[in-house]
């Protein structure tokens, strides 16, 4: 049982470049998020999902996209990158937060830090 | 609209003594649960302890406890018998009921545990 699963962990972009964050959870989670964290900061949310075929925007969505295909693969496109999002995003995931019993407790990745050059 | 706040900068504590975090919350919605996070310095988020708005008793997990004043609205996590790998930020965070609904954090505290 692996988790929440991010790749890469480490990556250097130039500016205007893009790429994918990918993101994979075998607990068959229906909610899944994306943060950011800035050094000595908390999280912000970037994007979430609550099933296959749905997204939402959440604080700060500018730069970024995301897909929701299958309930198992929530990757994070970065377009055009600039150096306002090195960061360290994390992906997560949450058992449904309306069902009886959850608590809506996240179960997060590592973390992928990203330096944008 | 939900809203966390941790305004301790640092804390320092000596070893095998207790320590409080401070956590206050903000929501108009009567239904919501707040939770503790752990980051050491490899990374990782580490979950340590869940409140429901509705749980009459204050949530304990090991030597985690946290002290629920919902008048007030603080969800303060105590730790007790402090070790050094307590050492690490500890974020708050909070979710409302409802099918939408996410994670709100805290800014973070940075706790250091001294020998």
């Known amino acids: 049982n692996a988790g929440v699963t991010q790749t890469p962990k480490f990556r250097i972009l130039k500016i205007g470049q893009s790429m994918t964050l990918q993101c994979a959870q075998d607990?068959?989670?229906?909610?899944m998020y994306w943060y950011r964290q800035d050094p000595g900061m908390g999280l912000k949310l970037i994007y979430y999902s609550v099933g296959a075929g749905i997204t939402d925007k959440g604080e700060v969505p500018n730069g970024y996209n995301v897909s929701r295909s299958t309930t198992e693969d929530f990757p994070l496109r970065l377009e055009l990158a600039a150096p306002s999002q090195t960061s360290v995003y994390f992906c997560?995931?949450?058992?449904?937060?309306?069902?009886?019993?959850?608590?809506?407790?996240?179960?997060f990745g590592e973390g992928s830090r990203l330096t944008v050059l | 609209a939900q809203k966390i706040t941790q305004t301790q900068p640092g804390m320092f504590v000596q070893e095998k003594e207790a320590v409080t975090l401070d956590c206050t919350y903000d929501t108009s919605d009567q239904s919501y649960g707040l939770f503790w996070y752990k980051q050491p310095s490899s990374g990782e988020m580490i979950f340590l302890i869940y409140?429901?708005?509705?749980?009459?008793q204050n949530a304990t997990e090991g030597r985690y406890s946290l002290n629920f004043q919902k008048a007030r609205k603080s969800a303060n996590l105590v730790i007790s018998a402090s070790q050094l790998g307590d050492s690490a930020m500890y974020f708050c965070a909070m979710r409302v009921a409802g099918a939408n609904s996410k994670l709100t954090f805290g800014k973070g505290i940075t706790l250091s545990v001294r020998p």
């Open positions: 607990m068959n989670h229906n909610y």
């Open positions: 997560a995931s949450s058992p449904d937060p309306t069902e009886n019993g959850n608590t809506g407790e996240l179960f």
């Open positions: 409140q429901g708005s509705y749980d009459e």
